[in-house]
């Protein structure tokens, strides 16, 4: 069992920066694949950007490719995403996921087993 915790949300303004950190209970967190999906109002969630469990591999959807970094530091069972050259169209609740096997591309949702409680990130125009 894995519990995930998401922080660092908040109100930014355009161009400006966020780092989101999503915390994890568990032995396990090396092994497992990390996601970060988003939701914006009145939209399906999406996917944003994973970290394989080393962190030697990482992937994003396009909109972000450029703005966004995906690390993680599995000594603190850590993984964050960095946030820069935000626009509004970023506004959304922001969630972490771990899978513990999926493919290399990692994008679907019912790829992950556990999931964050979501945290909001408001940008301003």
């Known amino acids: 069992q894995v519990q995930l915790v998401e922080s660092g949300g908040g109100l930014v303004q355009a161009g400006g920066s966020l780092r989101l950190s999503c915390a994890a209970s568990g032995r396990t967190f090396s092994s497992y694949t990390m996601g970060w999906f988003r939701q914006a109002p009145g939209k399906d969630r999406e996917f944003v950007a994973r970290i394989k469990w080393s962190g030697g591999s990482t992937y994003f959807v396009d909109s972000v ?18 946030m820069n050259s935000l626009r509004p169209e970023d506004t959304a609740v922001y969630y972490c996921a771990a899978s513990h096997q999926c493919d290399y591309f990692c994008i679907r949702e019912k790829s992950y087993d556990y999931w964050g409680q979501g945290t909001q990130v408001t940008v301003s125009s």
């Not at 966004?68 to 993984?79: E, L, P, Q, V």
């Open 65 to 82: 490719v450029g703005r966004f970094t995906i690390s993680r530091d599995n000594a603190k069972n850590t993984a964050y995403l960095q």
